[in-house]
């Protein structure tokens, strides 16, 4: 096959940073730059040049000419830096102010080009931007960004409106949000080039493991700059990897790019990084991909220990429907909660439990390792038995109620709805049509629910919680029915320094001040910051 005349750019440290800060250890920077001038790689995305930010990051989020000028470059790399329009639109003295503040002349600088990121309904925008950067010498990359939200038609006006500026050096395309195949590929290239006369270049996205194949569709329809990142490492589920990336092309066009030079880097240094970070594809980011949701929200919820699975399924589907194209933190939390609105259910706890002890019970390891004097215990004592999320882990005859708040879990429960010969604790309001068809004519006690951070308020009909976790449902029930006091079995806890476990521990000291009377303790270890008694206490003879 004839060989393309193709143009390498790896941004490892520009997009890998997401995962660290812009904050690479020195030793790392310098044998990455050895290793991608060995294989081939013609231009080196070095990092962001970011305005400045209310928080610390690291030297490749700014990517300052004075710094660059302390790295060991080879000869023969061309660097770049990219900008995130969004930064130059949104910068309080203007476009002008931003661009002065970020670039010298490329005659006092040690980089050659610039790339502008820009979500492509704003591409037409950056006309003023592109034009200051020429004015001061540099080459420019202008980067449309979700391009697979345009049509062809669109983005052929785009393209033919950026070629009559006669001021951009490469036209770029990228998939955002992971989710072009490499037929949408080919139909956005084609439809570029319809208006654009110079090179273009694809950022590719690897949501649904698509990133190679896509690059090889793009150079088929005439792309000649691809971008790429050692171990794919980036944003959410990363790019396509330049190991592979090089492989395959040297394989398909016999370009001379020499991918092994990258093999002892990415088995010493960047595979023990992707082990920590978890970046690259998997269900979530390819369900993300598929459902047109912005990869952040995903890599979010991962790297935060409180999201369980249940919870990132829910959020994705939820996002899909309410423009999670573009990330929000503010998008996240409503996401998380969007299923709990209602505090107020239509079954009336008041006096259910008057007097009575509650015994909640999570069907954990410790509750495993103290079973047997579990079971002694409800045998003995007059107590409520709320079994959370599970139904085999007690025998029907030894529970008084199943609790569950979160819709996957209530979904786990209606699909055994036959085997629950008790009560169900569940916010309604949670429950889709089909689940409470599933239901069927199993009981309920419908105690509402709504989430709200920071925030407990326990009413007759239900109750507003900081999360959707049902050991907090499941208590708040037990005080609208008047429960004296309420034993915990199973709440192992976490790892100290673990963010689920804070987020628990100040749950529980939300009940206490809220309710200072109330005894609430647990009976199997705990690493909780509550009150611990033990299931083996002697009791006194009736």
Same mark, same amino acid.
């Given at each position: ?131 200051? *950067?020429?004015?001061?010498?540099? !080459? ?9 939200? #345009? ?109 092994? #030079?990258?093999?002892? *880097? ?9 082990? #920590? ?70 079954? =009336? ?9 509650? *015994? ?58 036959? #085997?629950? !010969?008790?009560?169900? *604790? ?6 889709? =049509? ?49 429960? =004296? ?58």
């Amino acid at each position: 096959m004839t060989s393309p005349n193709l143009t390498l750019l790896d941004c490892t440290l520009r997009d890998g940073g997401y995962y660290n800060d812009w904050d690479f250890d020195p030793d790392l920077v310098q044998a990455y730059l050895k290793a991608v001038a060995e294989t081939g790689v013609e231009v080196v995305e070095i990092g962001f040049r970011m305005t400045p930010k209310d928080r610390f990051l690291g030297p490749f989020a700014y990517t300052s000419d004075d710094f660059i000028r302390e790295l060991s470059v080879p000869p023969g790399l061309t660097l770049a830096v990219m900008i995130n329009a969004e930064d130059i639109f949104r910068y309080p003295s203007g476009q002008d102010d931003a661009i002065q503040l970020l670039f010298q002349p490329r005659s006092e600088s040690p980089v050659t080009m610039v790339r502008i990121a820009v979500n492509a309904d704003d591409g037409l925008e950056c006309q003023f931007m592109v034009s200051r *950067l020429k004015e001061l010498g540099y !080459e420019v990359g202008l980067n449309l960004m979700q391009a697979s939200r #345009k049509t062809g038609d669109e983005l052929q006006e785009i393209a033919r409106a950026v070629n009559e500026w006669n001021t951009v050096d490469v036209l770029y395309f990228a998939d955002s949000l992971g989710n072009m195949d490499a037929v949408g590929v080919r139909q956005a290239a084609l439809a570029l080039a319809e208006g654009w006369s110079g090179p273009l270049g694809i950022h590719t996205h690897d949501n649904m493991g698509q990133a190679l194949n896509n690059c090889v569709a793009a150079v088929d329809a005439g792309v000649t700059w691809l971008d790429a990142t050692i171990t794919g490492m980036g944003r959410g589920a990363g790019n396509v990897a330049m190991e592979y990336l090089t492989m395959e092309m040297a394989r398909r066009y016999d370009v001379p790019y020499h991918p092994d #030079k990258l093999f002892p *880097l990415v088995a010493s240094v960047f595979s023990p990084l992707k082990s #920590k970070h978890q970046w690259g594809s998997n269900i979530y980011y390819f369900l993300s991909g598929s459902l047109g949701v912005h990869p952040t929200y995903v890599q979010q919820m991962l790297s935060h220990e409180r999201y369980e699975v249940n919870d990132i399924i829910a959020a994705i589907r939820h996002l899909s429907e309410n423009d999670g194209r573009s990330f929000n933190g503010a998008s996240l939390r409503n996401a998380v909660s969007q299923a709990y609105t209602n505090a107020e259910g239509t079954w =009336e706890a008041t006096g259910f439990l008057a007097g009575r002890t509650v *015994l909640l019970v999570a069907a954990t390891d410790g509750a495993r390792r103290h079973l047997s004097a579990i079971r002694r215990f409800i045998q003995r004592e007059n107590s409520y038995v709320v079994l959370l999320n599970e139904i085999d882990f007690l025998p029907p005859s030894e529970v008084d109620a199943y609790a569950a708040c979160h819709p996957t879990r209530i979904l786990s429960l209606a699909n055994r709805a036959d #085997k629950i !010969e008790r009560p169900l *604790l569940l916010p309604k309001n949670a429950v889709s =049509e089909n689940v409470a068809r599933d239901l069927g004519e199993t009981q309920i006690l419908d105690f509402g629910l709504r989430v709200e951070e920071d925030t407990l308020d326990v009413g007759a009909r239900g109750c507003t919680i900081p999360a959707p976790l049902v050991m907090a449902y499941a208590m708040s029930f037990a005080i609208a029915s008047g429960a =004296e006091r309420i034993l915990l079995a199973g709440f192992d806890g976490y790892e100290h320094g673990d963010p689920r476990h804070s987020e628990i521990d100040a749950i529980f000291e939300l009940f206490h001040n809220q309710f200072p009377a109330l005894k609430i303790s647990a009976i199997t270890p705990s690493t909780y910051a509550v009150h611990q008694t033990s299931i083996y206490e002697p009791v006194q003879p009736s």
